[in-house]
């Protein structure tokens, strides 16, 4: 492919024609979380740490898990955390188990200020409810299928998924999760599991 941005290209290539819609859509990503720096002052990383926290065990929180995932330095980050611990919206406790650890928590204001930043998607979210459910879930194998094999290719930043959890296996081609000791539907796989480990 010479690139999928020479719109020549897209006319004969699936591949161009999806790698352009692929870049449009993280553009609307891009718009939409530096909206947030207009309406409540974050910048995009910032937003992306509170929302991060809000959702996740503190035991992902930290400056190199976050540099990790999402593909930035750890000064980036760093930086980040002292803006948030300046606006009040972050504090630093020490750990109960390690004396010498810091963990960092989101206070009540950075809860709320979470809380409202957690729905920049809606744009997003309200264009897509044309899908029908079926399309839906064609689209999820698809993307899920996607970002499994850039994991693999240590692309993007690993992801919590499913596919690449140990307690995940395929029994007479079934996704089974030995955690649950259940089967689970296409649509039940996560892309970003809460009991998530390693493989």
């Known amino acids: 492919m010479e690139s999928a941005f020479n719109p020549e290209e897209q006319v004969q290539n699936i591949d161009a024609k999806l790698i352009y819609g692929l870049e449009k859509v993280s553009q609307i990503y891009r718009v939409l979380l530096w909206k947030t ?3 409540i002052g974050l910048s995009p990383i910032q937003s992306q740490i509170l929302i991060f926290m809000l959702f996740h065990d503190e035991k992902l929180v930290s400056i190199s898990n976050f540099a990790i995932e999402f593909s930035v330095t750890k000064a980036t980050v ?6 948030l611990i300046k606006k ?3 504090r630093k406790e020490q750990a109960l188990t390690d004396k010498r650890r810091q963990i960092l928590k989101l206070t009540e204001k950075g809860i709320l200020t979470a809380e409202s930043v957690k729905t920049y998607t809606q744009p997003l979210e309200e264009s897509m409810s044309c899908l ?3 399309k839906k879930e064609q689209f999820f194998s698809l993307l899920k299928d996607l970002l499994g094999e850039l994991n693999k290719r240590n692309i993007i930043s690993p992801l919590r998924m499913c596919i690449t959890c140990r307690y995940y296996e395929k ?3 079934k996704s089974y999760c030995n955690l649950m000791e259940s089967i689970l539907n296409e649509s039940e796989l996560r ?5 998530y ?3």
């Open 37 to 39: 720096q207009t309406d």
């Open 78 to 83: 760093s930086d980040a955390f002292k803006t």
């Open 88 to 90: 009040g919206l972050v």
């Open 132 to 134: 029908t459910s079926k």
């Open 171 to 173: 029994r007479a081609s």
């Open 191 to 195: 892309l970003d599991c809460v009991e």
């Open 197 to 199: 480990e390693a493989g």
